[in-house]
């Protein structure tokens, strides 16, 4: 699912991202209590949005690197 315009000052920035201009994802909550995902550096673009269990899901395969 996309979304466009979400507030500007709600994103969080990635603990992994670098500050030198690198990757960077950020994710913000959204009313209908969904994650929005986002590159920082394309913001225009829009935003998917996934559901709290499956984004969890996700983030631990990636922080334990079986992803």
């Known amino acids: 699912m996309m979304r466009h315009n979400l507030p500007e000052d709600a994103w969080r920035k990635s603990s992994h991202s670098p ?22 550096k394309a913001r225009a673009l829009g935003a998917h949005t996934f559901a709290p269990g499956p984004w969890q899901t996700f983030v631990t395969a990636v922080s334990e690197g079986t992803l």
């Open 19 to 40: 500050d030198n201009g690198g990757n960077c994802i950020e994710t913000q909550p959204t009313d209908d209590h969904r994650v929005a995902v986002s590159d920082s």
